[in-house]
């Protein structure tokens, strides 16, 4: 039978380091099916977080080899095993224990960004008139599943720490879904400008090429965001018509 | 004692469509409410959900309607689903699902702009409000997203291990922080359970960690009644290959959309036995089955889209006669449609997008090209806690149930669809009646020693750590799924019944003298040491239950009684916790069906 070995990351706030577990490999296997079978048999009390094992739920974020991934996606057959794999927990959140990071800031920083407003219901039973072609582009932000790998690979909070002035690329997509919803009538892009700190993005799509879902985040949610918050602020015309009518 | 203590007038148990359905009701009565999270908020089992919620918003087909609905749900429960919930649900679910629209829910749309509705198993008409073949995140985060702006509080990463009672009445409960390890004491008006099912008492299941039917066990424990325990869903099409993927669910989005169950000789076996419950709607060739699925209003379902419980049996019998796949499930393919429509292989990518990428990430299938290989997979538990119909209340008071850990609603077999519809018509309906006892009653007195003995047990495992053995707590847990597979799995009998209930037993002994290493924090195998106690508990009323019933109807297949029992028709199995600790088994006959129902289900026949 097959083995792989194993680098995984065990420790908390106070330190840690990388411990070596050699396990058996079966056909199909991914590497969160790894990290279990070496936490029944050797590490009962290691510390790793997993929902669905079907890429659907977007808890087992991890970096493995270095390349944040889903750990329950990531097949055994796609990695070479004639050196250890690395699995260590994502660097942009402070760490809890072994692969488990703290990422409540992202629940905050969601309940920062206002809400869903929809207009008047177009049917007496409450219901609108939606289009597919009006919400193709919302339906792709809504596949997002909350796994924060972007979170995790964006310089911005991975290297330089801005978690109070910048929102991340999983919360622009969150608030493209929201403006670009057909029924929205709210405005968040003064937010998006000031607190939310989108100017800080320099587009270099780190995001969408670790994106499990596919969301082209850049292309699709952000640099449309950026455009609308230009159209808005500064637009010398709108400016000027602004200056004039009060409006 | 170390923990903290908080207090609300409505605690939820359990985060799903159905808790967050029920938060966001009782904030809005006004509630102080509570609602802990097994694990992180819009991660719970809902997410995985995939095919659609069933609502008879008659977008598509006119001719749908409540009754059509309610016939449905009854029909595919064999008649024993509580009539008065079936009614509820289909009256109140297009209300329930055109609410998510007003939260932000993008939905699928038809040609004239309102919600698509799809075809699915049992159902007359498309009736499936969905989104591509993702619909179960969609609700979670259209809940959450609202949710989290109604003012309630939420307990992320946390386990209730019991619930404390003030005499008759539930008035709190105990539990951990997973993350820290610290204990928390809520206190509350009124507790709602919304834990979801117990998939992981079996091996091979497409539920997640967290599916260890805490609820089922939590209410049993305080004294509640659970029923219809012998039914355990098993979906008939779970991948079967490579073995670690194995029992993930593929959804019946795929043979809505015209997916054809073929056997190793080619043969559309489905076709080859139709239950007479069914043959006046289903179609006899897979000819008129295709037309069904592109819309024609004179054509009957293809056979492949009968429900579950039978379409699982036929699978069975495929493998088991040598004519399965070679990794011993059956052929699902959805490839055949694209001789039949224009672009074939995008519309399969766009109407099942998770299934192409899960079967090309997980198995390098592309399901546009080749069939994909599927068997059965433990998926839903129809029993569970009784409940009121209209409030939800279990059998004890101030406790109530909704979702997958409330029973009634699907009888003897469910429905794919009608459970997202069943956790939003009646987690609202939780919320709202939980609210108002809760205003009523007060918050009750919490004494001490419930508080002790509670700490007691969950520190248990920790304190015997000097003692663990080999197997530790995954060894037990894996020997408890192998045995239930194999003898309360499918099919069932007398013999291989009993000797479970002996074996549960057994393994419970064992699982008391678990000792777990390491500390409090984070420490998953003191989580699934404590998990343990309601998987078995649940077990043993799975077994119990099934020993009992002595006919084959629904999901529940017994090869020494293989049909149906028309007196069995009549009474639902009933599991309590008899004074002396032991679980007590008796029949309650159902009450009849109300005369304007009765009419309402001769004439959809």
Redesign the interface.
């Known amino acids: 039978m097959a083995t792989a070995t194993f680098k995984i990351w065990r420790g908390?706030a106070d330190g840690g380091e990388l411990k070596e577990y050699t396990t058996e490999l079966?056909?199909?296997?991914?590497v969160l099916?790894a990290v279990h079978q070496i936490?029944?048999?050797q590490a009962?009390?290691?510390?790793?977080?997993?929902?669905?094992?079907?890429?659907?739920?977007?808890?087992c974020s991890a970096e493995v080899n270095g390349q944040p991934k889903l750990m329950c996606?990531t097949?055994m057959g796609d990695l070479p095993t004639d050196r250890p794999i690395t699995v260590e927990p994502l660097k942009a959140f402070p760490l809890?224990?072994?692969l488990?990071t703290?990422?409540?800031w992202n629940?905050e920083v969601?309940?920062r960004i206002r809400?869903?407003k929809?207009r008047r219901?177009d049917f007496e039973?409450?219901?609108?008139?939606?289009?597919?072609s009006?919400?193709d582009r919302?339906?792709e932000f809504?596949?997002c599943?909350?796994c924060y790998l972007c979170q995790d690979v964006c310089h911005v909070l991975r290297e330089h720490h801005m978690h109070d002035e910048f929102v991340g690329p999983r919360f622009f997509v969150h608030n493209a879904a929201?403006e670009m919803?057909p029924l929205?009538t709210e405005d968040r892009r003064e937010d998006l400008r000031t607190s939310q700190g989108i100017g800080l993005c320099n587009i270099t799509k780190c995001c969408t090429k670790v994106c499990p879902e596919g969301i082209t985040i850049t292309d699709n949610a952000i640099i449309p965001l950026k455009e609308r918050i230009v159209d808005q602020a500064y637009d010398p015309v709108r400016k000027l018509i602004q200056l004039v009518t009060g409006r | 004692m170390d923990f903290s203590r908080h207090e609300h007038d409505v605690l939820i148990i359990g985060s799903g469509g159905a808790g967050l359905r029920a938060a966001i009701e009782a904030s809005a009565a006004g509630a102080s409410v509570g609602l802990v999270c097994k694990?992180?908020?819009?991660?719970?089992?809902t997410?995985?959900a995939e095919g659609g919620m069933a609502a008879a918003l008659a977008n598509v087909d006119e001719r749908d309607g409540w009754a059509v609905h309610f016939a449905d749900t009854m029909r595919g429960g064999q008649y024993l689903n509580n009539w008065k919930m079936a009614e509820i649900h289909a009256k109140e679910s297009?209300?329930r699902v055109?609410?998510l629209?007003?939260?932000?829910a993008?939905f699928?749309?038809t040609k004239?702009?309102?919600?698509l509705q799809r075809n699915f198993g049992g159902h007359a008409h498309p009736r499936l409000a969905h989104?591509?073949d993702?619909t179960?995140?969609?609700m979670i985060?259209t809940l959450q997203?609202?949710g989290?702006?109604q003012g309630f509080d939420d307990y992320?990463e946390c386990t209730v291990t019991r619930l404390l009672k003030d005499g008759d009445r539930v008035v709190g409960a105990f539990g951990y922080d997973r993350?820290s390890g610290q204990f928390r004491v809520f206190h509350a008006g009124a507790v709602i359970l919304a834990t979801g099912g117990l998939g992981r008492a079996f091996k091979i299941t497409s539920n997640?960690?967290?599916c260890t039917g805490d609820g089922h066990s939590l209410g049993y424990h305080a004294g509640a009644e659970l029923i219809d325990m012998e039914f355990i869903q098993f979906h008939p099409t779970g991948m079967v290959?490579?073995?670690?993927?194995r029992g993930?669910?593929v959804t019946e989005g795929v043979r809505g959309e015209g997916g054809a169950l073929t056997n190793s000789e080619g043969r559309r076996f489905m076709y080859d036995d139709i239950p007479p419950l069914y043959t006046n709607q289903t179609a006899d060739t897979p000819e008129e089955g295709w037309r069904y699925v592109v819309g024609d209003r004179d054509a009957r379902r293809p056979a492949e889209l009968l429900t579950r419980d039978h379409v699982a049996r036929c699978i069975l019998r495929e493998v088991k006669e040598g004519r399965g796949s070679p990794h011993g499930g059956v052929f699902l393919d959805i490839a055949w449609i694209k001789d039949r429509i224009p672009n074939g292989a995008e519309h399969i990518k766009k109407k099942l997008p998770?299934m192409y990428?899960?079967f090309k990430?997980?198995?390098d299938i592309d399901i546009t090209e080749e069939p994909m290989e599927v068997g059965p997979t433990t998926h839903y538990v129809m029993g569970g806690l009784r409940v009121d119909a209209d409030t939800q209340m279990c059998t004890v008071a101030g406790l109530y149930a909704a979702g997958e850990c409330a029973a009634g609603l699907h009888g003897a077999n469910r429905l794919g669809g009608n459970s997202l519809s069943d956790l939003i018509v009646f987690g609202q309906r939780a919320g709202e009646h939980a609210a108002s006892y809760a205003d009523e009653h007060g918050r009750g007195t919490l004494e001490d020693s419930q508080i002790e003995a509670a700490h007691r047990e969950a520190m248990a495992p920790l304190e015997r750590q000097d003692q663990t053995d080999g197997a530790?707590?995954?060894?037990v847990q894996?020997e408890l799924q192998d045995m239930m597979q194999e003898k309360v799995g499918i099919i069932r009998e007398e013999g291989t019944l009993s000797e479970a209930v002996e074996e549960i037993a057994a393994l419970a002994r064992r699982a008391d003298l678990i000792g777990?290493?390491?500390?409090r924090?984070?420490?998953?195998?003191?989580h699934t040491t404590l998990d343990l106690r309601h998987l078995l508990s649940n077990s043993e009323a799975c077994a119990r239950a099934a020993l009992e019933r002595k006919e084959s109807r629904g999901a529940h297949s017994r090869i020494d009684f293989p049909d149906k029992d028309k007196e069995w028709g009549g009474f639902t199995v009933v599991l309590k916790r008899g004074s002396g600790g032991g679980m007590e088994v008796r029949r309650d006959p159902l009450p009849p069906v109300r005369e304007d129902l009765q009419k309402i289900i001769e004439e959809q026949s």
């Open positions: 908390d079966t056909e199909g296997m991914v099916d936490q029944a048999e009962h009390d290691m510390a790793v977080r997993w929902n669905c094992k079907a890429g659907k739920c977007g808890s996606m097949r809890m224990k072994d488990v703290d990422v409540s629940y969601k309940k809400p869903f929809p219901p039973d409450g219901s609108w008139e939606m289009h597919q009006d919400v919302v339906q809504r596949k599943i909350e929201l919803h929205d | 694990s992180l908020l819009g991660k719970a089992h997410v995985m297009p209300d055109r609410e629209e007003e939260w932000g993008v699928d749309r004239d702009g309102r919600i989104v591509g993702r179960g995140l969609e985060r997203d609202h989290v702006h992320q993350e997640s960690w967290e290959w490579p073995p670690s993927v993930i669910l998770a990428h899960q990430a997980l198995a530790g707590p995954y060894g894996f777990v290493i390491g500390d924090k984070f420490n998953p195998g003191w």
